[in-house]
């Protein structure tokens, strides 16, 4: 049973440049969240996809934009980029809706994520 | 607003016991997470608890209470392995975007 993949595993870049970050939800799952994680700091909340919009966003500039595709992957893009986007950036899949089982939505399952450096 | 508190780092010895303290204050909360998390690796699912109680896996058990916002993540019968940070997540809503602490270092000791 394959889990979340992403790519690329590393990313340099430099200031003003674009950057795209892909994401592979594990088998069974149609929906898939964004997060960035800061060095020292826990994962904060981008946005999340599900029938390939946009749901839920967190308090990120519009340089941030992802995509959902018809076989539940992702993209995400950010443009513009500043130094402070270093960072690692998590992919999580779930299923949604409400789970009988736990009493609520489903659990998120992290990638390996993309550790993103921007010079 | 939103806001999860967590100790910062907490030192035990091997086979020892330790519980990290975690509060939290989420509108429309649905669910408290603990996540295992080693140095450059992707956080993993350590449990999940919707309803007041305890909830038991193995050498590690998670603990709610909806009315004063608080849970812990007790560990048990320490390995060296589980050096590691936690972090403390809180679910927003039936389906949404998950409120993380900062997570707390735990180092091991032999």
């Known amino acids: 049973d394959a889990g979340v993949t992403q790519s690329p595993t590393h990313l340099i870049k430099t200031r003003g440049q674009q950057v795209t970050l892909r994401c592979s939800p594990k088998?069974?799952?149609?929906?898939v969240s964004w997060y960035q994680q800061a060095l020292g700091q826990g994962p904060q909340f981008i946005f999340q996809?599900?029938?390939?919009?946009?749901?839920q966003r967190g308090n990120f500039p519009d340089r941030f934009s992802g995509h959902q595709f018809p076989n539940y992957s992702s993209e995400l893009n950010v443009n513009a980029l500043l130094l402070g986007d270093s960072a690692l950036y998590l992919c999580?899949?779930?299923?949604?809706?409400?789970?009988?089982?736990?009493?609520?939505?489903?659990?998120?399952?992290f990638g390996p994520g993309t550790r993103l450096l921007v010079l | 607003g939103q806001n999860i508190d967590q100790p910062t780092e907490m030192t035990a010895t091997e086979g020892a016991i330790v519980q990290i303290n975690c509060t939290y204050q989420t509108s429309g909360f649905n669910g408290l997470f603990w996540y295992q998390q080693h140095a450059g690796e992707a956080p993993t699912f350590l449990s999940y608890n919707v309803l007041d109680g305890l909830e038991e896996k193995g050498r590690f058990s998670s603990f709610l209470s909806r009315s004063k916002g608080y849970s812990y993540l007790l560990l048990k019968e320490l390995q060296m392995k589980d050096s590691a940070s936690y972090l403390c997540?809180?679910?927003?809503?039936?389906?949404?975007?998950?409120?993380f602490g900062a997570g707390t270092q735990v180092v091991v000791t032999p």
């Open positions: 088998s069974g799952h149609d929906t």
């Open positions: 996809y599900y029938e390939e919009e946009e749901r």
């Open positions: 997540a809180a679910r927003h809503n039936s389906w949404g975007k998950l409120q």
């Open positions: 999580a899949s779930s299923l949604f809706g409400f789970s009988s089982a736990t009493g609520g939505g489903e659990t998120q399952y």
